[in-house]
């Protein structure tokens, strides 16, 4: 049983100033897992206070002193990494394979990026008569989610620090644990008192708190489209930047000359990874109409393929992340039966010989774009497969989304798959796979509006200042 149930403020763990605890549960057992507090408006104040001295000095601390720091955290992360894992796994429930692999590595890329790209970033630039100075933006309070926590973490955190910002923290409910261990990660490696700061509670309260907080400047988000939308509301009254990285429809479209079988089951095992709790998924698989006999044999067989059970044994999916979303995806299965959508893998309920935790199974459909299933971010392991005629129908399903976080492109030509990933209207195109920390991340349309991941990320956490007349005219 895990007990944490203090606050990270001011460079040392306290007790909340109101005592009030909850629950958390391992959604692969429905069993208590540990105990945290949930923070009042009172421990805002205090965190957001300690920050706001502490951006005294942090926002003058040079170059040199931010490059020894991220080093120093990098280090301590790398030692306490299969820790951090582990931790992912009882909370959120991803195999151990996954959470002591890539959810761990995500973390761990963004503060070596941040590290990288701050050792050649320009603070400064002469332009004319003028001077142009990127100067922190301050106070940032950043609000995250539970389904790649320290990808979501650590990608806030790590440019926040190098650009000379300080913060508050508010990690998930459902998944605390992780983030209360980086908290004693970033103690360790030496980050100043006040620069960082960690309070853990509801989002209604502490979400809210920070969203309203006149000393905040700014809020990055990463989560649902409705908090979102709560979020820039509540920051509205202090004219606060908001960064936010929201949901996603995002589509796979296999290309005529692709290996369709490959692809196919490719994509699908993607879709499943995670428990399908991934912003980015290709919940959508666009294929040539007329090759959907081959593109249903190869999905069906990926996703019957995909072993699901304990994340602490040997499978590839684990359960979804609480009793809440298992429910919200069940009835998204439900729906896409009800609006005539084929069914060729998995269903309603858990998986076969399971009866206790939040597993559903790996569930696809044929369907058409119109279809619920195909237009609401599920946030679970269900793949909507869509025929389409040509290439410029594939591309106008595509586009036909409120959402436009990510896309997926496979073809042997890369010429043509180049042509599509420019039509398609996402913030991010993976084009026959491929992965880089430094490509900058997030959405356009309802999938929010910000970057982060790499130089793009740091540009969320600075102010632009001009000096005019800082060079005389010529
Ligand atoms: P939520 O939006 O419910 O929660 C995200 C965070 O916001 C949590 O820490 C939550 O706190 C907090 N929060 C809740 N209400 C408020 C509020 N009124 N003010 C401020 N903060 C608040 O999302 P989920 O955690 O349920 O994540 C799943 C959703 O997020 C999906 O729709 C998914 O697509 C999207 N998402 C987008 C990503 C992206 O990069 N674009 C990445 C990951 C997820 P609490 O702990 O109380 O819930």
Redesign the pocket.
Known sequence: MRNYTQFYIDGAFVDPITPKTAEVINPATEAVSGTISLGSEADVDKAVAAARRAFASWSVSTVAERIDLLGAILAEYERRERELGEAVTEEMGAPLSLGCGFHTLLGKGHIGTALEVLKTYKFEEERGVTMIRKEPIGVCGL??????PMN?TCVKIAPALATGCTMIL?????APYSAQILAEILHTAGVPAGVFNMIQ????V???A??RHKDVDMIS????????V??QK?AADTVKRVGL????KSAWIVLDDASMAANVAGATGGMMGNSG????AGSRLLVPAARMEEAIAAAAGAANGVTVGDPTGNFAMGPVVSKS?YNIIQDYITKGIDEGATLIAGGPGRPEGIDKGWFVRPTVFVGNNDMVIARE?I?GPVLVMIGYDDLDHAVEIANDSDFG?GGYVSGEDLTVARDVSKRMRTGAIWVNGGFDFNAP???YKR??NGREWGVEGFAEYVETKAIVGWNAAG
């Open positions: 609000i995250t989610p539970w389904n790649w979501q508010k990690p998930p409910q459902l509670g509801a989002g209604s502490i979400g809210a920070l969203s988000f990463t989560g649902s489209e409705p908090v979102g709560q979020i509540d990285e929201l949901g996603g709790q991934t912003c980015s979303q971010e946030f976080l991340f997030g959405g999938s929010g």
